[in-house]
């Protein structure tokens, strides 16, 4: 006899044939790791924060949780055997049900409040989950596609962008691998700074600092690059990281 898909028989069936595709090195244990929001945040820097209010979120965009990272998967599969009074009883319920709670950082979202039922919704297909949101801006972005292992290489970016503030618009574009290519980074726009009469500057004169590194330095290697026709990475500090930094263009 099958398994109906929402159920919780199936949802811990499916997290637990996508653990054993990790334990069979099939897939990388980074890949479904829940993320917990105190590690991201010590990674991409808190900087402020606002109530979003009431909104429908994108069920894929859960990815992270405040405190329960034993009980879920990234993609919000029940880990733990313990959790199925809790998710059937939930699963069966008529009532209407609260929105849940959740913290938002870039374009990954936290869940607070309402584990049960955004794991639930996930197991149902549903594309949205109803949320009360709350948002914490971060230094560096948290991309949609960031997963536990690429937190080192963001904690490296926030300290790039402490030396060099580029603005939110620029940041959202930002992507190294290697977080040590971050510190070289940093290293070669203040010596490019402190060429032009820059260095020791306060803060705001810091940030125009930053914006003419970019316009004037970063992106002419970038725009070169693409009228000769040459096949360039994905993002624009990527292909200045490989043609300018190191070459001549």
């Known amino acids: 006899m099958s398994t109906a898909p929402d159920t919780f028989s199936a949802a811990w069936r499916r997290g637990y044939l996508a653990q054993l595709g990790v334990a069979a090195g099939v897939r990388p244990p980074d890949e479904l790791a829940i993320m917990p929001l105190s590690d991201a945040l010590s990674a991409l820097g808190q900087d402020g924060e606002t109530d979003l209010g009431r909104q429908d979120v994108p069920a894929v965009a859960i990815v992270g949780t405040i405190a329960r990272t034993g009980d879920f998967d990234r993609g919000f599969r029940p880990l733990n055997r313990a959790l199925r009074h809790r998710w059937e009883t939930l699963a069966r319920t008529d009532a209407e049900l609260p929105p849940v709670r959740l913290v938002r950082l870039g374009d990954l979202y936290f869940v607070e409040d309402g584990h049960h039922r955004v794991s639930i919704a996930r197991a149902r297909g549903a594309v949205t989950v109803t949320a009360q949101v709350r948002k914490i801006c971060t230094i560096a972005f948290g991309m949609g596609c960031l997963t536990v292992a690429h937190l080192r290489s963001k904690a490296a970016e926030r300290k790039f962008l402490e030396r060099v503030p580029l603005e939110e618009q620029v940041r959202v574009g930002l992507w190294l691998d290697d977080p040590k290519d971050w510190f070289r980074m940093a290293d070669s726009a203040e010596a490019w700074g402190f060429r032009r009469g820059l260095s020791g500057r306060d803060e705001d004169?810091?940030?125009?600092?930053?914006?003419?590194?970019?316009?004037?330095?970063?992106?002419?290697?970038?725009?070169?690059?693409?009228?000769?026709?040459?096949?360039?990475?994905?993002?624009?500090?990527?292909?200045?990281?490989?043609?300018?930094?190191?070459?001549?263009?």
Not at 205 to 217: L, S
Not at 230 to 245: E, K, M
Request: charged fraction near 25%; include cysteine; proline fraction near 7%.
């Open 205 to 249: 004169a810091r940030a125009e600092f930053a914006a003419a590194w970019w316009d004037e330095e970063v992106m002419p290697v970038v725009n070169e690059l693409r009228d000769k026709g040459v096949c360039t990475p994905p993002w624009d500090i990527q292909t200045y990281l490989s043609y300018g930094l190191d070459h001549v263009v």
